[in-house]
């Protein structure tokens, strides 16, 4: 066993999660199709039925049920995102995030883009 196989808590799930969820929303579109927004309603909904932490999904759920997930553009979609969060962290007593700094905190994943060379070679692989 590695010395980095540290359990799960709340604590390091939530951590882990807050990442990916800010991220998912820095790279919603700016202009997003029907699809698209669908397609976000639908997993946000999916995502806070499934969160595996019993204790964390009431809140989420109503927190989601209360304030649906707002779709219209990346710029309200990762303010709503930071509404979330705050609801949570308010729940928590912690100290609530100033979500004008949101964009300053969560960007997109450089390292996780495809550049346009290596997604050619990809396909010629293919
Ligand atoms: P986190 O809250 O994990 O935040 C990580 C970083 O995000 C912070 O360091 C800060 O830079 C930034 N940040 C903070 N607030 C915001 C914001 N509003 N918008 C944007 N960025 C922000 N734990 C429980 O014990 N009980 C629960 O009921 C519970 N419910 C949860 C529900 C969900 C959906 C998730 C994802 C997590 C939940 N957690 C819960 C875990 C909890 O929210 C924290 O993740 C955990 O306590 C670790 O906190 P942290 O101080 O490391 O910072």
Redesign the pocket.
């Known amino acids: 066993e590695g010395e980095d196989w540290e359990p799960v808590d709340?604590?390091s799930?939530?951590?882990a999660?807050?990442?990916f969820?800010?991220t998912l929303a820095a790279n919603y579109p700016k202009k997003p199709t029907a699809v698209e927004k669908t397609r976000m309603m639908l997993f946000m909904a999916h995502f806070s039925d499934l969160?595996p932490?019993e204790?964390?999904q009431s809140?989420?759920k109503d927190i989601v049920t209360k304030t649906p997930p707002e779709v219209e553009s990346n710029k309200t979609f990762t303010r709503w995102?930071?509404k979330?969060?705050?609801g949570?962290?308010e729940?928590?007593g912690?100290e609530?995030?100033d979500?004008s700094k949101?964009d300053e905190?969560?960007g997109v994943c450089e390292s996780c883009k495809v550049y346009r060379e290596d997604l050619n070679a990809f396909k010629n692989l293919i």
Request: net charge positive; charged share 10%; aromatic share 12%.
């Open positions: 709340t604590t799930l939530g951590r999660t807050w990442t969820l800010h969160y932490c204790v964390c809140g989420l995102m930071c979330v969060h705050n949570v962290n729940h928590l912690k609530l995030f979500c949101v905190r969560w």
